[in-house]
């Protein structure tokens, strides 16, 4: 039984190291200890076959008593009965089932001890199928057909109906023979363990076969039991196993592959990072020449601007130099203009004087009284105006001064302006630079992404979109500097517009000063006149001319204040400009700092992105499984792809193919077409010159007629047709006036003398009694009057585009101007005063002159209607002042040849002034 028990154990010891097995593919370190507990229960397994086998030689050598053949059957059983219990107890593995089979056989054997003795050379030389199980078992524990066979030689061998069978045969072995004396079996042992008493022997082998019986019956219920439960977790651990195995290859397999993948990564990580650190190395590097570059920009922008201030201020000085020339030269012309209108005026009165002086000196004496009262009159008018010329002259200089200052204030804002300039200009050298550095970055972004590329696809889209986004930024930037340059393009056309008034101002300060040079060198003559008047001129008429001179010289004084405030005005409205442009270069840099601003913020960007690169790099490794797998994906669809493109492409290429054939013969067509074209314009050509040629000789013959007949004409003569003629002569013009407007209306080729001579025959012809001489003069003379009016109307046309376009060009110089001034600025005190007056009154005119609508019947369309009406008032208006100033220019002509044809009393001096004025 020990032997059985540990069979049962030996048989059982694979189920736990399967079961082990399977729980141990998850760590090495239980593996070696249930490799370590598997091989200690081997040890203790094959301790126990030595054991087992030393008991059985032990009971082989102590059995003396040799069985019967009736109790075989008996031994038979209980042999057979044991070997199923440990072929059970080896296929299932429990222990259950052996510590019950150790309770059977310890109780049955007091009871057939005799039996067991047999057991092994039974089970030795009969039951060979039964002890081959278990080692087949053993051999192979989880096979289940085996497992399967097991099972039904149990239930067939331990079926109710042959137990009871042995039973019987048993109880009639049992039998003692009859021959025998009760003294001899009183005397004798027992016979196979039984009593000699036959009843009750038979009572005690009931009993004990019924316990046994009953013992058994349970015990193969619950093996059954246990083994059908053992056989399905046998079942169910062996499908386990075989799914445990394929995973662990495939396991082996994806660790293989990763480990390869893996060390490609890390080999591809450390070429990242030594590329990584090359670049620091470059950008370091390229920011160190980059700072360099602009240390040595910086200075020698620092160096040109001193120069250029140095220029500035020197044109400056020279300007105000130029300026002040140019007005002193304004003030000794104005001043020689008076002196000359005054002279002229004083000659004019000597000339008028020196005819009347025999007349009027009779009439001195009684004027001389009267004189003196007008001299006192006029020494107090003379203290009031010199105290207002003094008053003028004050307000002339606070002007001046206010002048000054707006000239200051110019000089002031231009210097801000080139300030501005300059900044512009080391905005754009920053904004080159930055353009350069972001240039510099993309290439390396580019070449990193060109690296990632090779590796891995998905993230190098994620790279291109941020290149995309960096070039987008990167064309802002270009697109803000492109204005910026623009803006600068725009003040420098402002400068160089500057420059040529100030060159135009230059050239008329020659032209005045060439004239100042020739009226200083006419001085000394007017001077040597002016001596001869004086001694003519009464001191008298002298103080009254000083005093008309004085208020010629305030009313001149009056007008130039006018002028000065016009000046004052338009340098205002200058200042303005200058202000709203200064605001708007404020603007403009302020921008140019906040987008400097935004670039440093971008570097910053890309710093931190490159730091975030690296960090993915790391996390990439992660990715790599599922990048794997969408590798192998993704190499499928491009081959279909580029399958179903090959197919797409060879149709395309047979299409257009067809295209271009079709597209070929029509070009031969078209071509075909041109030529055909050509040789027909050729024709028309042609017949057109052969055209020309006829209508030549045409009109050859049509002259020739003509001249026929005048002569035939001037061979007929009759008389009372004078009256016919002359109504002949007024419809003859009448027609030809009307030819003559058809003529205009078809063309330039119609014009001809020989386009009439068809209605001249007609009324030869349809008049014979008319004098055809004095008809062909007629016509003659109106066709020569009707060439000359049409070259007269050509002349016109063209000098009436002349005149357009010069009033075009007028009214633009005239728009601008008036666009400069304020409004209401050229209108006289007159129109201002019925502009009040209308505004006073109410209605739509005061609601149009004033600010604010006072009629409420002034809508939007009667405005547009009022304005329409004004504006061909206007036109009309310029039309006829550009007539009458056409018109006066011949009167000025003959004024000036009649001034030409005056006295020859008329000193030379005096007629040179008029020759220049």
Known sequence: MEGLEAESVCEGSPLVYQLNNNNSTGNMEDEEQINHNNRDEAEKCH?????????RELINSTADVETDTKTQPEAQTCSFEQVEGSEMSADTGCHSSTVSMEDETSSFSNEARGALVTIDTYLDEKSPSVLEAPTHSTSS???????????????????????????????????????ESGSERRGSPPVNGLPTDQ??????????????????????????????????????????????????????????????????????VEELLIELKESRDKLIHQDQAAKAALQHMQKEMTYRLEQANKKCDEARQEKETMVMKYVRGEKEALDLRRDKEGLEK????????????????????????????????????????????????????????????????????????????????????????????????????????????????????????????????????????????????????????????????????????????????????????LTKYREIINRQKAEIRRQREKMEEITCLEEQHQRDQQEITSLREEVDSFTNQMTDLQHDVQGSREREAE???????????????????????????????????????LEETNRLLDDKLKREEVLRQQEVQGLQEERTALQTEAAQLKTRVEELRDELVTQKRKQAANIKDLTKQLTQARKRLEHVENGGCDRDVSSMGSRSSSSGSLNARHGGCSGVDERSPESQSGPSVMVVDSYPEVDKTVLVERIVRLQKALARKQEKIEFMEDHIKQLVEEIRKKTKIIQSYVLREESGALSSEASDMNKAQLSRRGGIMASLYSSHPADSGLTLDLSLEINRKLQAVLEDTLLKNITLKVNSSPIVRTVRQQYDGVDKRVQPGYRDYLTFS
């Open 47 to 55: 301790r126990a076959k030595d054991e087992a086998q030393l008991e």
């Open 199 to 268: 009843e009750g022997c038979m009572v005690v082998f009931e009993k004990c076969a019924q316990y046994k019986y009953a013992q058994q019956e349970k015990a193969i219920r619950r093996l059954l039991e246990d083994n059908k439960r053992h056989q399905e977790l046998i079942l169910g651990i062996c499908s386990e196993k075989d799914n445990m195995k394929e995973e662990l290859k495939k396991r082996a397999e994806t660790e293989k592959q990763h480990m390869a993948t893996i060390k490609k990564l890390e080999g591809r």
């Open 346 to 529: 004083r000659l004019r009165e000597a000339t008028k004087e020196v005819d009347r002086q025999a007349l009027r000196g009779n009439q001195l004496a009684q004027e001389k009284g009267r004189l003196q009262q007008l001299y006192d009159a006029k020494e107090g008018e003379v203290s009031r105006v010199t105290r207002e010329v003094e008053k003028l002259k004050e307000e002339i200089n606070s002007h001046l001064i206010k002048v000054k200052w707006a000239q200051n204030k110019l000089k002031s804002e231009a210097d801000a302006h080139k300030e501005t300039k300059d900044k512009l200009r080391e905005t754009t050298s920053k904004l080159a630079q930055a353009k350069e550095e972001t240039e510099q970055i993309r290439k390396n972004c580019q070449d990193m992404i060109r690296t990632y590329q090779e590796s891995e696809e998905l993230k190098s889209n994620e790279l291109d979109a941020k290149l995309r986004a960096t070039k987008g930024e990167l064309e802002k930037h270009k697109q803000e500097q492109t204005d910026q340059l623009e803006v600068h393009r725009v003040k420098a056309k402002e400068l160089d517009d500057l420059k040529r008034s100030y060159k135009e101002g230059m050239d008329e300060l020659t032209t005045l000063r060439t004239k100042l040079k020739c009226l200083e060198d006419e001085r000394p003559r007017w001077e040597d006149e």
């Open 599 to 637: 670039l440093l913020g971008f570097t910053e960007k890309l710093s931190s992105k490159n730091a975030q690169l690296q960090s993915e790099s790391n996390a990439l490794q992660s990715q790599l499984d599922q990048l794997t797998c969408s590798f192998t994906d993704l190499q499928a669809q």
């Open 141 to 179: 524990p989880y096979d289940t057909d085996c497992s399967r066979r097991l099972i039904s030689q149990i239930q067939r061998s331990l079926s109710q109906e042959s137990l009871l069978d042995e039973l019987e045969s048993e109880l009639l072995g049992c039998r003692l023979p009859d021959g």
